[in-house]
């Protein structure tokens, strides 16, 4: 009778839970005596079983707990495991942060139970007989879990003793260190993968076959003057001594013992209990490679490749890397990878050296893993995945790899493979500055700076960036410079702050090549060199600085640093807009304005304006609103107030200024001169020159506060420069000739003084034409028709002619062509020729009414 589809099926299931579990448990085992970190030994494992069930069609750690629970042979071949998953509570969910229901509930008392069944089954049987491959790895396994169970704390001081005399890291020398126990008549050495001997051993115990016994003595003879030795050098249940630790090295070694002829190697390189001899140290690694023993395979390769008692022979080296990592020696196959990835000793090949560094990584490699994090992270030479990159990073900082630490922590700070969690960068972050990790301790600033994964901290920040910059962290030194320039933490100082920007700017920190250009441009902190400031400026230009590229072009604008050029002067500009800078945009937009270096252009200029101050420029949002009061066909004065106060908000000195004029004559804001005073008084304050003279005009006429003509006339003189240079300091940029500056300031304080005599309305008007041509004073439009009014409302014939213009075109006024008419009859009945050509003009044209005025032409 044939079985049912049910029967058949339930017998697969069988086959397959007996086979996972067996396959398990000898994985389980291989990871056990490959990891070396006993720091994170509880941490790997307990990684490396989730990563197991995930991979093997996902299995649920609760089923499979239940699966050896209930096997047939759950105390002989499965209690380690049982044990293991009921001391850690193993679960199958990924997110450190979440609970399960499901998990499995941590029971201490119960595991260590546990681990004690199979290791005093053994004990007591009288016998002492293995029925098993199995049996044996379960009770090996519990030997490790229950050592460190009770001297996880004992055993990480041995570790750390020997790691601490290993002064390398990637390329170290191995030692070959032993640990043997019999199992009737089994020599197992429970430090190595030998499954392959236990299987033998069961296949000869199955077939009655017995080794030759004298040859296993003898081996067993020489495993012990090894190990002995391994105790001797590193003082493990004895008395260190160095000397005896070589001379069993020697007695194992000379007896043809593998291990013993590596170590004997690593002392004579090492000058360990013998004088320093690297050719004898490669004497004894090739008896030991010969021997087929991995470490000294590797310990070869590294020889090879440093050239270490040997010629240099990157071939060679090659080849023994490649023994060694065939075996499954991770730390070979480590550098088999470098190997491929950087063509040492054979033709590059990033296809295998990912495959090796892969390889390495499942054997638990934490360099492998971290470069494999550096790949994925980067998509170099694979394709693209921050979730892998996030895993190897961690699985390497598990191992407590520095690097890996720092990546880790950098992954949960921006959400690199995972999602943002400020507090664990922070944790990972302050793991690796402890360590000295630079980048750590700039980041870890970073953090107390901001407030954010830790509680804000200036001090702190400033702490841990002066550790960074000291350990030669660049854009620490940047942040420094930063503190020092703002007195952010610390006192301003201007000197520290250039000190610092330069030592960043010197290891080519983009940003600081940009603070020093400004420092030298500016002299701050170091005295004015335009040359330098020219030169860093590039230097960033050059890199894609934006606020370098528009500074540079400011320099070829003005000539300062190098000889002017317009031409370059727009490149430079042209090339900070395409990066957005909005610097560059108003500059730009002030070149289109007045057709320097380009075309003349209103249209572009407004654009590029408008742009610059929607990014937050304040100057350009003071152009902007300046525009809005004076451009045809844009006029707005609602808009002009919105931009100049957001600009004055900013702290815009000519925002200010331009303020005040709008309160002082009502333009797009109700006239209060009050507030115009205080405008311009805090347009004083803040360094504006020009605002001196208005200030100045408020005092001598009364605007917005008591007459005090002794205190505006002492303003006038402050704004032209007697006693003070830095009216002329503000204003040279715009001169070529320092003695025409001078010139004009003094004709600009002249008639402001002259315009305080009583209806003296011809000092309003050449006030007027001063603003008008922005002679000895910025351009100000406003300020001019200001002034042409005053005049023309005394009097004056070329006032009226100007006011005119003003009305007849709508400029900063609405068009009223009546008014203009009236005011260029007025100034032609008064003599003025251009208001009377501008007249009959206007007659021809058809765009006056009132023809009844006798207009002489006879000039005309």
Request: hydrophobic residues 30%; glycine residues 8%.
């Amino acid at each position: 009778m044939l079985p049912n589809n049910s029967d058949n099926e339930n017998n697969n299931n069988f086959n397959d839970n007996e086979n996972f579990l067996k396959e398990f448990l000898k994985e389980f085992y291989r990871q056990v005596i490959k990891i070396e970190n006993y720091v994170k030994f509880e941490n790997i494992l307990m990684g490396w079983v989730q990563d197991y069930l995930s991979n093997y069609n996902k299995k649920d750690p609760i089923i499979i707990l239940k699966l050896m629970e209930e096997h047939e042979e759950n105390e002989n071949w499965f209690s380690s495991l049982i044990g293991f998953f009921y001391e850690y509570g193993i679960n199958n969910n990924d997110d450190d942060n979440n609970n399960n229901d499901d998990d499995i509930i941590i029971d201490k008392n119960k595991s260590l139970k546990l681990y004690l069944l199979s290791i005093n089954n053994y004990k007591n049987d009288e016998n002492k007989k293995l029925t098993s491959l199995y049996q044996l790895l379960n009770i090996i396994i519990s030997k490790y879990l229950l050592s460190h169970y009770y001297y996880k704390d004992i055993i990480l001081n041995k570790r750390n003793l020997i790691t601490k005399e290993s002064k390398h890291l990637e390329y170290l020398h191995v030692m070959s260190y032993d640990q043997f126990e019999n199992f009737n008549g089994l020599e197992i050495n429970i430090c190595k993968d030998e499954i392959n001997i236990m299987e033998k051993y069961f296949e000869s115990q199955d077939r009655c076959h017995n080794e030759n016994q004298l040859d296993y003595i003898k081996k067993k003879e020489l495993v012990k003057l090894n190990n002995l030795g391994y105790c001797y050098q590193y003082g493990i249940g004895k008395k260190k001594d160095e000397v005896k630790a070589f001379e069993f090295y020697l007695k194992s070694a000379e007896g043809g013992n593998s291990d013993a002829q590596n170590n004997l190697g690593y002392c004579y390189q090492n000058g360990i209990g013998v004088i320093k001899d690297e050719k004898k140290a490669i004497e004894w690694y090739l008896k030991a490679a010969n021997e087929g023993d991995l470490r000294a395979q590797y310990n070869l390769g590294i020889c090879y490749q440093n050239g270490i008692g040997i010629n240099k022979d990157y071939k060679k080296a090659f080849g023994c890397y490649f023994k060694s990592a065939e075996r499954e020696y991770s730390s070979a196959q480590y550098i088999l990878g470098n190997c491929y990835q950087n063509e040492i000793g054979v033709e590059k090949d990033l296809e295998k050296a990912i495959y090796w560094y892969k390889k390495a990584a499942e054997n638990g490699n934490k360099f492998s893993q971290y470069i494999l994090g550096n790949l994925y992270k980067y998509g170099d030479s694979i394709e693209k995945d921050e979730r892998k990159a996030f895993e190897y990073y961690k699985k390497s900082a598990n191992q407590d790899y520095l690097d890996a630490q720092f990546e880790l922590g950098n992954c949960y700070d921006i959400g690199i493979g995972t999602e943002v969690n400020k507090m664990k960068a922070f944790e990972l972050y302050l793991i690796s500055a402890e360590k000295e990790h630079n980048r750590a301790q700039y980041h870890l600033g970073n953090l107390y700076e901001t407030g954010k994964g830790a509680e804000k901290s200036i001090e702190k920040a400033f702490y841990w960036y002066k550790k960074a910059s000291e350990n030669g962290n660049e854009s620490a030194q940047f942040c420094l410079g930063n503190f020092y320039k703002f007195g952010k933490g610390v006192i301003k100082d201007k000197v520290r702050s250039f000190e610092y920007y330069k030592k960043s700017a010197d290891q080519g920190h983009l940003d600081a090549q940009f603070e020093i250009g400004y420092c030298y441009e500016k002299g701050i902190g170091t005295e004015v060199d335009k040359i330098k400031a020219f030169k860093l400026y590039k230097m960033a230009a050059e890199k894609g600085h934006s606020i370098a590229q528009s500074n540079l072009g400011t320099l070829y604008f003005n000539g300062d640093g190098i000889e002017k050029n317009l031409k370059q002067a727009i490149y430079w500009y042209k090339i900070a807009v395409k990066n957005e800078c909005e610097i560059a945009l108003h500059n730009l937009g002030y070149c289109y304005r007045f057709g320097i270096g380009v075309d003349k252009d209103n249209f572009k200029s407004f654009e590029f304006y408008k742009m610059s101050a929607e990014k937050g420029y304040i100057y350009a949002q003071n152009s902007l609103g300046f525009l809005y009061i004076i451009e045809e066909g844009k006029k707005d004065l609602e808009k002009a107030i919105f931009w100049l106060q957001k600009a004055a908000e900013y702290g815009d000195e000519v925002a200010y200024d331009n303020l005040g004029i709008c309160y002082e004559l009502g333009l797009g804001i109700n006239k209060d001169e009050i507030k115009a005073f205080e405008s311009y008084e805090k347009s004083v304050e803040k360094g504006y020159v020009n605002a001196k003279f208005h200030l100045g005009y408020c005092y001598v006429n009364g605007i917005g506060t008591k007459i005090d003509k002794e205190k505006g006339f002492e303003l006038y003189d402050k704004a032209s420069g007697i006693g003070n240079s830095d009216a002329i300091e503000f204003l040279k940029t715009f001169y070529e000739d320092k003695e025409i500056l001078v010139k004009d300031l003094n004709m600009v304080n002249h008639w402001y003084h002259k315009s305080a005599e009583n209806d003296n309305n011809i000092a309003l008007y050449k006030l007027g034409e001063i603003y008008e041509l922005g002679k000895g004073v910025n351009k100000n439009e406003i300020r001019a028709f200001d002034y042409f009014k005053q005049a023309a409302e005394k009097g004056c014939i070329n006032g009226k002619y100007k006011l005119g213009y003003y009305y007849l075109h709508g400029f900063i006024v609405d068009v009223d062509k009546d008014k203009a008419f009236n005011l260029y009859k007025e100034a032609a009945e008064g003599g003025n020729s251009d208001a009377q050509k501008i007249l009959t003009t206007l007659y021809k044209q058809g765009n006056v009414i009132d023809k009844s005025a006798n207009i002489s032409t006879k000039n005309i």
